[in-house]
Nanobody
Framework: VQLQASGGGLVQPGGSLTLSCAIP????????IGWFRQVSGKGREVVSC?????????YYTNSVKGRFAISRDAAKNTLRLQMNSLEPEDTAVYYC??????????????????WGQGTLVTVSS
């Protein structure tokens, strides 16, 4: 069972969406976990992540600071990304991913052990 992302869709600029990612049991608190996105023809980028499941330390890429919020519901084994004030530039396929090396590295990277399938977010009027 892999990570499973959902919640993408079409939204108008300024609107909101919440993405969810089902976390399998083998992705423990020893893993970092986060959200990534990829625009067609471009590389994948880190959007937001928990560097470690043992702390609340989070990372946000500059372009989403103040607009996006990452959260983890441990009881429901779910990772979420609340996206507000969406802009056309946020249009991308969004992925969740996890890696046990990120806590040791102190950061999340685009080279993850486990990836979910993507969910498409389209911001357009």
């Amino acid at each position: 069972v892999q990570l499973q992302a959902s919640g993408g869709g079409l939204v108008q600029p300024g609107g909101s969406l919440t993405l969810s990612c089902a976390i399998p049991e083998y992705v423990s608190d020893a893993f970092g976990i986060g959200w990534f996105r990829q625009v067609s023809g471009k590389g994948r980028e880190v959007v937001s992540c928990f560097v470690s499941g043992y702390t609340s330390t989070t990372y946000y890429t500059n372009s989403v600071k103040g607009r996006f919020a990452i959260s983890r519901d441990a009881a429901k084994n779910t990772l979420r990304l609340q996206m507000n004030s969406l802009e056309p530039e946020d249009t991308a396929v969004y992925y969740c991913a996890a890696d046990s090396a990120w806590p040791l590295m102190g950061r999340c990277t685009t080279h993850a052990q486990y990836w979910g399938q993507g969910t498409l977010v389209t911001v357009s009027s």
